[in-house]
């Protein structure tokens, strides 16, 4: 399924955001922020202060529960983060991207652009019924999001180092069930 060109980075960058917050966290510092604001393109005031980043570690249980529900209660979450901010819709381009919606004035603070941002991109998601390719991650010591954007869904791991352990933990069973033969 193709997207708008907007709606998978504004995804990725959530589950991002959302899985920042494991253990351990890494997003504890603002040029940390920095890091996240410019490595995910954002655009918009940059974010200047401690607040802006404590604003930005605030919104990502409520980033999660989008992330993770069902298409209904989705549906709800991205209706309450609308209401919530006063929209200004209009189409830009800049950068190299091609017309797009901005939705919150370029000078909102950076968690409300990343809220309504990600709820933007779940619209499309939930109106073309896509929600199975979030996930919780299936490695048995994580909650990490999953973004699965492959053609065929098959990824299950939010990143290389779960996806490594478990291939790890699967050899190291083998290779006791094959010595206990």
């Known amino acids: 399924m193709r997207f708008a060109h907007d709606t998978e980075p504004a995804l990725r960058a959530a589950v991002r955001l959302v899985n920042s917050a494991a253990a351990p966290d890494t ?3 603002l ?3 920095h890091e996240f604001y410019r490595s995910e393109g954002y655009t918009g005031r940059a974010p200047r202060t401690n607040a802006d980043l404590e604003q930005v570690r605030a919104i990502r249980p ?9 298409r ?6 991205v209706n309450h983060i609308l209401e919530q901010v006063q929209t200004q819709p209009r189409l830009v381009r800049h ?4 017309w797009h919606l901005h939705v ?6 950076l968690h409300v ?3 309504v941002e990600t709820a933007m991109a779940m ?3 939930i109106r073309s019924d896509e929600l199975s390719r979030l996930s919780v991650c299936e490695a048995d010591d994580c909650e990490g999001v999953v973004l699965d954007l492959t053609r065929n869904r098959s990824k299950i791991f939010c990143s290389p180092t779960c996806s490594n352990a478990s291939a790890v933990a699967a050899y190291r069973e083998r290779q006791r069930a094959s010595a206990r033969r």
């Open 31 to 33: 040029a940390q922020l």
């Open 123 to 125: 619209i499309d998601f």
């Open 72 to 77: 209904d209660e989705a549906a709800e979450l």
């Open 62 to 70: 409520d980033l999660r529960q989008l992330l993770t529900a069902d």
């Open 95 to 98: 950068d190299d991207l091609d």
């Open 104 to 109: 919150v004035d370029d000078d909102s603070p």
């Open 27 to 29: 997003l504890t510092t």
């Open 113 to 115: 652009r990343i809220l």
